[in-house]
């Protein structure tokens, strides 16, 4: 079982740019959320994916969004990049209302 | 919408020691409590959790309790080993709606001294 596994693992993009990055939930996991990560704090909720839809969103921009595939992987996408959007970007997959498993995560640098 | 507060954000013990972590949650519909365990540069990595029906659970040398009325809870690990060095994290979720939305608290590293 590979776990959840994310791609790339790392990015460096210039202000202004689009970033899509990529997540595979563990086998058997139907639920997929994105979290960010800024440097020494904990993760925040961006929004979660269930059934292709999005479930429930945090307080994130519209310039976040995303995207699940009927074989449950999702893409995160971010448009029109801010300095402030360097983080590192996690996804987390769960079967229902189970635990959660994370990725290892994308590390996002924008200059 | 429901606020972790997490305390301490360091903790320094000698091996063999037992740590302990606190947190708070705001949202009494909360019912689902996980820990992570952050290596550097690593995914955080899932080492227990417990749900509102349940005071204490265990799994070897790491226990996690809950006090429903006073909306807090905490991770104690016993024996501690330098490879229990790392951040940890604490999170709430309150899954009405369907969503395991998870809001974490800011993290406490400890460290472990041989």
């Known amino acids: 079982d590979a776990g959840v596994t994310q791609s790339p693992t790392h990015l460096i993009k210039t202000r202004g740019q689009q970033v899509t990055l990529r997540c595979s939930p563990k086998?058997?996991?139907?639920?997929v959320s994105w979290y960010q990560q800024a440097l020494g704090q904990g993760p925040q909720f961006i929004f979660q994916?269930?059934?292709?839809?999005?479930?429930q969103r945090g307080n994130f921009p519209d310039r976040f969004s995303g995207h699940q595939f009927p074989n449950y992987s999702s893409e995160l996408n971010v448009n029109a990049l801010l300095l402030g959007d360097s983080a590192l970007y996690l996804c987390?997959?769960?079967?229902?209302?189970?635990?959660?498993?994370f990725g290892q995560g994308t590390r996002l640098t924008v200059v | 919408g429901e606020n972790v507060e997490q305390h301490p954000s360091t903790l320094s013990v000698q091996e063999g020691d037992s740590a302990v972590i606190k947190c708070t949650y705001s949202?009494?519909?909360?019912?689902?409590f996980p820990w992570y365990k952050q290596e550097l540069g690593k995914r955080p990595q899932l080492i227990i959790d417990?749900?509102?029906?349940?005071g204490e659970k265990k799994d070897q040398r790491i226990a996690v309790t809950l006090n429903k009325t006073a909306k807090h809870f905490s991770l104690h690990i016993t024996e501690t080993q330098p490879e229990d060095s790392a951040v940890y994290f604490c999170?709430?979720?309150?899954?009405?709606?369907?969503?395991?939305?998870?809001?974490f608290g800011k993290g406490t590293k400890l460290t472990v001294n041989p």
């Open positions: 999170a709430a979720s309150n899954p009405q709606g369907g969503s395991e939305k998870l809001v």
């Open positions: 417990i749900r509102s029906n349940v």
């Open positions: 949202d009494s519909a909360s019912n689902y």
């Open positions: 086998s058997g996991h139907d639920t």
């Open positions: 987390a997959s769960s079967l229902g209302s189970g635990s959660a498993f």
């Open positions: 994916y269930y059934e292709e839809e999005e479930r």
